[in-house]
């Protein structure tokens, strides 16, 4: 089994995992990039009026700029103290890096204004170039988690308090940053509010073995969230994990649990929303995530392991060129009234794409899903429905004795689904069955099936396939 990186890891090793990592992702995403020569992103740069803040004073120790940097320990006085639009930088010395880290750092209690927000930013100290963001999580780590180390052979432990919490009177905040090793399963960022806590970015986080980067607790509910340009490798829990969601963008996110399994309760869900509405998933790659060793303990023969889950509570979600490989349970597993998903692809789940609700308007199109992978006692399906869905111009194709088509049971209990799936293909072993698991109905409309186009109303009874 995958254990976590040890504080003795060295860093260039850590680059050449992640490289890879990101190697893999620009061969599917970097396209959309280079057809339309975008330049990359602009990375925050401290200001006049900014606020310094490095490992230890130096000069006068007011913030002005980086000879007379605030100390690291005074970061928590910032935070209780920032006045809307103001921009703090924490910048530590490359050569000093990873700064080692137990136990909370930060709490932070102070809001910009919808016009101004606050900004907080973590980098490193570089010669010659001042402040510096890494751009993927093997570069200049910034911050390394101590104590609750794993050594190899043990199970990945979740122990360990968030770096910042962020408490009520929290809204209006701009963060990005840092690159960082290791945190546990409440997250390197901690949503703490007890209330709503509206209009937070985060960018350009670049972790490594983690329990979670960003967890948020019960009780905080968020409106008005972005999350772009971050990466992970090594996920117990996953990336991200909300309870309550509302008018939330996640974008150019590229997470690789890479199989570490927490055994238990410490089922991996990439990112993971239990209630909201109005969200969106663009460029997002989703891999490896896989908890067989909790079905092991649970004596259960269910694998687990996802990558993007919405619960039954949340609604108007849009997904767009989205990637999810080699999950032990569901890449795409969508509990959400209205779905809509457009070039995405997914290889290697047991259940590829999954739709629950019966919304008469869920669509998913121009998405590819192969190869589902069989587990113990577990099937796999390219595409699992338990509601109400139409496939439209989408590629379904199995391999060895596993069905394209599952129907399931939905979360309301419903017995029957409908999936209409108009143009495509669908290929797989005819000495298979074209649909599997419970009752259900199916429309083709122009579908190549195995290479022959088929047109027609059908019912699967359970047992067997009848035209109606």
Known sequence: MKTTVSSSTPRDALGAGVGAVLNRRTVLFGLMASAA?????VRAQPTDDAVHVSLRASGEADGRDWNNALPLSRLNRLAASARPGQSIFVGLPEEETPHPWSGQQLRWAVSGTPTEAVSLH?????????FHQPDHAGEAPVFQMIGNETRPGERPDVGGAPFVVFQENSSNLNISGPSYLRSGGNGFFNLDTGGEIQNLSFADIHAVNVGRVIETEQGTSVRGLLVERCSALGMIRGFARF????????RDLDLDADFVDGGGGAVCQIISVKSGADLSFRNLRLEKAVNSLAAE???STYIQGDGLVLEEETRNVRIEDCYAADMGDGGFDLKSEHVYMANCRT???????RIWSHHPDNLIENCVMSEPVTRPHN???CLW??????????????AGDMSPIRFGAGADGTPDSHLRIEGGEISYDERERLVTGTAGTLELENVLVNGVETSGRFHWTGRRLRRR
């Open 37 to 41: 020569a975008l330049p990359g992103p």
């Open 122 to 130: 973590f980098g490193v100290l570089r010669e010659g170039e001042a």
């Open 347 to 353: 290889e290697r789940c047991k259940l590829g794409i």
């Open 297 to 299: 303990e649970r004596g």
């Open 243 to 250: 309870h309550d969601l509302f008018e939330a963008e996640f």
């Open 385 to 398: 429905v338990a509601g109400n869905l139409t496939a439209r111009n989408c590629s379904l194709i199995s």
């Open 379 to 381: 099937d796999g399906s």
